[in-house]
């Protein structure tokens, strides 16, 4: 199926597309574009938006416009990379637990079902509170090393099914490796599977970057869309009647990841025949 | 394909396993985090305290003479038995955990953390409960409406609940305060009840309590209403598709008929799922009460990170773990004696 035939087939997965290609454009062109420093208090303070300043400005005279575009390029970034990692350890704990069984599975399983029955939001405020200075990448690695949970009990389930076709028999007779057959020949069956988990992790992530930040607990030296809503918060723009400080950055937020829920939902039409009438 | 159906006492050995070891994993976690990072956080607050302290006056921030300070750390040394090796250290934490007992809050001394957690719960629950059982309600009812109607009502909802569903829940509590508080002065913008009046069971008083309480309501309800409504709509469009729906409409029985029976196994899901989402809330709406300045355990756990109050964050996340851990054990009964195939499920078995 080419690509033009899968947009065809889902106005979800096409609409989704749009927007998701139109805010990743916004974050790499829009600091091209609109070259402004988006920490630097140079201008007057709560300005609404005008030609010179499309946003306005905050509290403090910075511009918004500008934070909203480095604040969508770190949240994509934080979101994308935490989703791939969250995707690999899901892929590597279910897909051998699934595959080798025993007291592997057994010890893999487990793991994964305290990682999905652990309360996220409170494991990932416990510890990034500890963290004096938190950097992208921490935020990164304990969004992803908490989040993998979900993605490897699924993987696991799978494989356990796929694991009993006749391709992998054959497989076997031809004597590659069991760790070649499983990365080789049966995790390739799940690709469409694994891209639509990857729409919904990148998603899942900027959320759960964007709450850690909105409570003071995001990094430290970056303007991602959860630190300006901190920002939001901390200066208390709602009491000024500031629209324009709070409302964009939220509207950014949200439609992101919805974008990447009509993906997944799109994609799910595609290859999933009982949900193409959705 | 091993047709290995799990008796009741199997499932539930496994499930207590999952829950003994995650609660295990996450006390070992909180203790031993502080102790990983430099110069563990915890010993180096109650030293800094002294620090200061010690060159007389009170301590910037904390508000404590020099007195309490020495009195705190003497108590926490004695507490967690920060003089004692660690492995002893860890031990007096785990039996000071399962005794329920945090010791005393930093930011609140010389207030219990056990003290300010029980206060806030009640807040926390009355807020969250009424908000999700009346969101659950109209979510699924209005989530079968779009599956049932389809046509144009569905392409207006469905983009309305995703919408709904997908926006930070801080950021709308943010949008209700602007409008309904800050553009048109109807409801306050802050607070459980105004300060000024004493909280007893006066008229007066429980509309005040109410008219704080609308908000903050709205702001939790809505999200789920839209995050119910999406699933209840996939699952009735799943049911509606399957073969015995088919065949019901090819026997030519009534509508009403049909509607009945796809429903009744459509919300079996949403009625498994709502513990766990109540469970969720509870550590997920600690924003919503930062902003509307609500007493609950989220506006509490909020402080304690602001202010550091390591005891303080440590007794909140205990008790987020402990109300999941409830929720899950509490979905997990439903899983068992609704639906015996999700049971089957379960185990990633086909």
Redesign the interface.
């Known amino acids: 199926m080419s690509l033009k035939d899968l947009l065809r087939h889902s106005p979800k997965l096409l609409v989704g597309t749009c927007i998701f290609t139109f805010f990743v454009l916004f974050a790499i062109f829009g600091s091209t574009l609109f070259n402004v420093d988006p920490t630097k208090p140079e201008f007057g303070s709560l300005e609404t938006p005008s030609f010179d300043h499309p946003l306005g400005t905050d509290i403090l005279g910075r511009d918004l416009f500008a934070q909203l575009i480095h604040g969508t390029g770190y949240s994509l970034k934080i979101g994308i990379v935490a989703a791939l990692i969250t995707i690999a350890i899901g892929v590597g704990v279910g897909g051998i637990g699934g595959y080798f069984g025993g007291i592997v599975d057994e010890i893999l399983n487990l793991a994964s079902n305290v990682v999905l029955t652990i309360p996220t939001i409170a494991f990932l405020i416990v510890i990034a509170a500890y963290f004096r200075v938190r950097s992208e990448w921490i935020i990164i690695l304990l969004i992803s090393s908490t989040s993998w949970g979900g993605m490897a009990r699924s993987i696991r389930s799978q494989v356990l099914s796929l694991k009993t076709r006749e391709f992998v028999d054959l497989a076997k007779l031809s004597g590659i490796s069991r760790v070649r057959i499983l990365f080789f020949e049966v995790l390739p069956n799940m690709l469409s599977y694994l891209v639509m988990y990857l729409a919904l992790s990148v998603a899942g992530a900027i959320g759960s970057e964007a709450g850690l930040s909105a409570i003071g607990l995001g990094p430290t030296a970056i303007v991602s869309l959860g630190m300006l809503l901190r920002w939001v918060i901390v200066w208390e723009a709602v009491r000024y009647g500031a629209w324009w400080w709070f409302f964009p950055v939220g509207l950014t937020i949200t439609l992101i990841t919805l974008s990447l829920l009509l993906i997944n939902d799109g994609l799910d039409q595609v290859y999933n025949p009982r949900a193409r009438r959705g | 394909?091993t047709a290995k159906t799990p008796s009741f006492p199997h499932f539930f050995r496994r499930k207590i396993?999952?829950?003994v070891?995650?609660f295990y994993?996450?006390l070992t976690?909180?203790w031993i985090?502080?102790h990983m990072?430099p110069g563990d956080?915890v010993r180096e607050k109650a030293l800094k305290i002294i620090a200061a302290g010690s060159k007389g006056g009170t301590v910037p921030g904390s508000g404590l003479t020099e007195v309490q300070v020495k009195r705190l750390y003497e108590y926490w040394v004695k507490k967690f038995g920060l003089d004692q090796p660690l492995e002893v250290q860890y031990l007096i934490f785990l039996k000071n955990c399962f005794t329920l007992d945090l010791g005393v809050s930093i930011r609140f001394h010389p207030s219990q953390v056990n003290d300010l957690l029980f206060r806030s719960l009640p807040w926390s629950l009355g807020l969250l409960t009424p908000a999700i059982i009346v969101g659950w309600i109209l979510g699924n009812y209005m989530g079968a409406l779009a599956a049932y109607k389809r046509s144009i009502f569905d392409k207006v909802l469905y983009p309305l609940f995703?919408?709904m569903s997908?926006?930070?829940y801080?950021?709308?509590a943010?949008?209700l305060?602007?409008s309904l508080s800050?553009?048109v002065r109807i409801f306050p913008?802050a607070g459980a009840y105004t300060q000024t009046l004493t909280p007893s069971l006066s008229i007066t008083f429980l509309l005040d309590l109410l008219n704080h309480y609308f908000l903050p309501f709205v702001s939790v309800m809505i999200p789920y209403i839209g995050g119910e409504a999406i699933g209840m709509r996939?699952l009735i469009?799943?049911e509606i598709?399957s073969d015995y729906a088919n065949y019901f409409e090819s026997l030519g029985f009534r509508d009403r008929k049909l509607l009945s029976y796809t429903f009744r196994n459509a919300v079996l899901p949403q009625v498994t799922g709502l513990p766990i989402y109540f469970?969720?809330a509870f550590?997920?709406q600690?924003?919503t009460e930062?902003?509307f300045g609500y007493p609950g355990i989220g506006g509490t756990?909020?402080a304690a990170?602001?202010g550091?109050d390591?005891p303080l964050?440590?007794g909140?996340?205990l008790m987020?773990?402990i109300?999941?851990?409830l929720g899950?054990f509490v979905m997990d009964l439903f899983y068992a004696y609704i639906d015996p195939r999700i049971r089957v499920a379960y185990r990633?078995?086909?």
């Open positions: 394909m396993i999952v829950y070891v995650t994993l996450a976690l909180i985090i502080p990072m956080p995703l919408f997908q926006m930070p801080y950021w709308f943010l949008i305060v602007y800050f553009h913008a996939s469009l799943y598709n469970a969720s550590g997920g600690l924003v930062v902003v756990l909020y990170v602001i550091q390591y964050i440590q909140g996340f987020i773990v109300v999941t851990l899950n990633g078995e086909k």
